[in-house]
């Protein structure tokens, strides 16, 4: 992770040397990458690309607009590939890290709050991707799922556009709270990933005693 950071300032140096043109594309490629290989710090580029706005390298209506397209187009192909090609091809991609079993629980959560899951899947570290992968696998309408990304990467990418426009050059205190936000998170996240796989298990034991017991009493 620290490697990450490091690697992150040091392209943010690079992209802070370039002409407007070159901003505005590199910003759009990041929002829109991130999307697809996760380890790409899409939000620090969002709040630096929010900076450099705020202190007039850059316009800041464009900035705004070409993030918000790459968030939004990246999650949206995420989604076009995965509704195309459909669950075998994604689970043969993704082996041996996704399961059937895996992606059917996946499915059903999905069936039960996919609508709220896809507005703040913005909010949500390192699963962007995977959330375009089971709307698309789970045939969410593509009218819908547009409207859903849409309003999902307008909520997050304007509050980072707001803190990123209004610290000046304390910008690296609104990825330092980021960062301690997403490890909270995550944290959270495993957390309740390891009480469920617990609470599961208890389950299944409770079940086979419970099925047990017929054969216990005729003997």
Same mark, same amino acid.
Request: proline share 5%; net charge positive.
């Given at each position: 992770?620290?490697?990450?950071?490091?690697?992150?300032?040091?392209?943010?140096?690079?992209?802070?040397?370039?002409?407007?043109?070159?901003?505005?594309?590199?910003?759009?490629?990041?929002?829109?990458?991130?999307?697809?290989?996760?380890?790409?710090?899409?939000?620090?580029?969002?709040?630096?690309?929010?900076?450099?706005?705020?202190?007039?390298?850059?316009?800041?209506?464009?900035?705004?607009?070409?993030?918000?397209?790459?968030?939004?187009?990246?999650? !949206?192909?995420? /989604?076009? %590939?995965?509704?195309?090609?459909?669950?075998?091809? #994604? &689970?043969?991609?993704?082996?041996?890290? $996704?399961?059937?079993?895996?992606?059917?629980?996946?499915?059903?959560?999905?069936?039960?709050?996919?609508?709220?899951?896809?507005?703040?899947?913005?909010?949500?570290?390192?699963?962007?991707?995977?959330?375009?992968?089971?709307?698309?696998?789970?045939?969410?309408?593509?009218?819908? !799922?547009?409207? /859903?990304? %849409?309003?999902?990467?307008?909520?997050?990418?304007? #509050? &980072?556009?707001?803190?990123?426009?209004? $610290?000046?050059?304390?910008?690296?205190?609104?990825?330092?709270?980021?960062?301690?936000?997403?490890?909270?998170?995550?944290?959270?996240?495993?957390?309740?990933?390891?009480?469920?796989?617990?609470?599961?298990?208890?389950?299944?034991?409770?079940?086979?005693?419970?099925?047990?017991?017929?054969?216990?009493?005729? %003997?």
């Amino acid at each position: 992770m620290e490697y990450l950071s490091q690697l992150g300032v040091s392209f943010l140096t690079f992209l802070n040397a370039q002409p407007p043109g070159w901003i505005y594309f590199f910003l759009f490629l990041g929002a829109f990458m991130e999307n697809i290989t996760p380890p790409i710090p899409g939000d620090m580029l969002i709040v630096f690309g929010a900076y450099l706005a705020g202190v007039g390298i850059i316009g800041l209506w464009p900035a705004y607009f070409v993030m918000w397209a790459g968030s939004a187009l990246g999650c !949206m192909v995420v /989604y076009g %590939v995965s509704f195309w090609k459909g669950r075998d091809w #994604i &689970l043969h991609l993704g082996k041996p890290f $996704v399961t059937v079993e895996s992606l059917d629980k996946a499915e059903v959560w999905f069936q039960r709050y996919g609508d709220k899951i896809v507005v703040f899947n913005r909010f949500m570290p390192t699963v962007r991707m995977f959330v375009g992968v089971v709307a698309g696998v789970s045939r969410m309408h593509p009218v819908r !799922m547009t409207l /859903y990304v %849409v309003l999902g990467t307008f909520l997050w990418n304007s #509050i &980072l556009v707001y803190f990123g426009v209004t $610290v000046g050059e304390n910008w690296q205190v609104v990825i330092d709270v980021m960062n301690a936000y997403n490890r909270v998170l995550m944290g959270l996240m495993v957390a309740g990933g390891v009480g469920y796989w617990f609470w599961r298990r208890k389950q299944k034991s409770r079940h086979g005693q419970d099925a047990s017991d017929p054969m216990d009493r005729q %003997v």
